[in-house]
């Protein structure tokens, strides 16, 4: 996609339609920092497996990934058909099927049920008119994307200040979100604009999302970034290093709890001991309107074999032993200090200033 911002500060573009709209061309995010690869999903199977393995991840570019997974299922499907009636079923099975890759991100489901209804809204034309009008509406959910990245991004920015240290968990940058990203769009936009901005990104076990990806990305942008273990955000707090606490987002409750990746309420919680803001970013797709609170967002339980080996040529532990490996937590909504949306910067009550979002 050519569009200004739409590669992100590093130069590249994590998901992209390929130009002959057979498949999804993403960045092998799982390769990073090593090799910088891309590849191409063009079966229903491949884009399953892309989002489930992480091969493509981070709550908006899941989205964006979503959209045009369903756009390019929506090409194959309906070869030779001579209305959208005879592609509707196995479309939708499609659909299904990609929304169980992972439950927890929202904009999964909230990009396939938008482009099923942009196909429901054109269904009574031509097979190649709802075909077209698909393939402009995953076209507008990347550049709403990009756009609200950059919205949020600079909204974030007005939070900090010159010379200040952020501490940040996971990915939540241009990979994560195409344009500058969310969590991490902030740090870009504030280093573009001449604020001088430390960063402290933790490692992010048991994927090393922050080392792989967030360090990768802020070292290739110039700005200023120290890696560290999960389990030094403390002591680095207690240093008097961290200013503020900014992290992404894949599902918002409407009373403000949010489910970040594991890690992200520990954060929270030493973040508050300390006296540091803790800030959230993310689209307002990130909100699940559907969602009261915490306690009804469904939490990802991913292979413990993740924990054990993968990143690994030799077992760290036993094949005997146990592993619990969430691959998100929820932070409670009181240790929000606030949620930064494309629209607004939201304090509490949240269940107030959440639900204005939504009522233009
Ligand atoms: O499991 P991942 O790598 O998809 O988890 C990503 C995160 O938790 C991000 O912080 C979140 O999706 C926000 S990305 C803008």
Sequence with gaps: MEQEGSKGVVGIDAVELAKDEGAVVI????????????????TPEQMYDAILHLKVRGAPAI?????????????????????????????????EYLNGSR????????????????AEAHASEPVADVLAALGRECRAIHEEDVRMSAAISELGASLLHDGDGVLTHCNAGPLACLGYGTGQGPLFFAHDHGKEIHVFADETRPLLQGARLTSYELSRAGVDVTLICDNMASI?????????????????????????????????????HYGIPFYVLGPTSTIDRACATGDDITIELRDPDEIKTMWYAEPKAL??????????????????????TEKGIC????????????EE
Excluded at 68 to 95: I, T
Excluded at 108 to 117: F, I, V
Aim: charged fraction near 20%; include cysteine.
């Design 27 to 42: 960045i092998d995010q799982t390769k990073l920092p090593n090799s910088l690869e891309h590849i191409r999903l063009e």
């Design 63 to 95: 989205g964006v990934c979503a959209g045009y997974c369903y756009y390019v299922c929506a090409r194959q499907d309906s070869a030779g058909a001579k209305s959208w009636a005879d592609v509707r079923e196995p479309l939708r099975a499609h659909k």
């Design 103 to 118: 439950p927890t991100a929202v904009n999964l489901s909230w990009a396939l049920d938008r482009m099923e209804a942009c």
């Design 236 to 272: 680095v707090m207690r240093n008097g290093w961290v200013q503020a606490c900014m992290v992404g987002c894949d599902r918002v409750a409407m009373n403000g709890d949010v489910a970040n990746k594991i890690g992200t309420s520990g954060v929270a919680i030493l973040a508050k």
């Design 319 to 340: 094949p005997e032993v146990k592993c619990y490996n969430p691959s998100f937590d929820v932070t409670d909504h009181e240790l929000v200090s606030a949620i930064v």
């Design 347 to 358: 304090r509490a009550p949240y269940t107030e200033s959440l639900a204005a979002l939504f």
